[in-house]
Nanobody, 120 residues
Framework: QVQLVESGGGLVQAGGSLRLSCTAS????????MGWYRQAPGNQRELVAD??????TYADSVKGRFTISRDNAKNTVTLLMNSLKPEDTAVYYC???????????????WGQGTQVTVSS
């Protein structure tokens, strides 16, 4: 299996910053994509940011405020969140799409989620 360990998150005032990190481990042959999703109460899980190959994708609501980066050597993805707003409050989930050793298909793996709360 592929294990994802998330860190970061917490409580911050509006306008503040937080950094989320996620490290993938296990019998990984290759990683196709790494990213972050979020889910607020009563809402569906939505994409925040993603790196697939060399291409980054951001939700319109976070463009210019959030930056996603990836360390391929460490199988780590980081989300730097600046100028946070109360509407950014949600549980943030790390997502990795990877191929395991001796497995031909690409799996979709999720972290346990980390709470981000932005107070007004």
């Amino acid at each position: 299996q592929v294990q994802l360990v998330e860190s970061g998150g917490g409580l911050v005032q509006a306008g503040g910053s937080l950094r989320l990190s996620c490290t993938a481990s296990g019998r990984i042959f290759s990683i196709n994509a790494m990213g972050w999703y979020r889910q607020a109460p009563g809402n569906q899980r939505e994409l925040v940011a993603d790196i697939t190959g060399g291409t980054t994708t951001y939700a319109d609501s976070v463009k210019g405020r959030f930056t996603i980066s990836r360390d391929n050597a460490k199988n780590t993805v980081t989300l730097l969140m600046n100028s946070l707003k109360p509407e950014d409050t949600a549980v943030y989930y790390c997502n990795v799409r990877a191929r395991r050793v001796l497995v031909s298909t690409i799996g979709d793996y999720w972290g346990q989620g980390t709470q981000v709360t932005v107070s007004s």
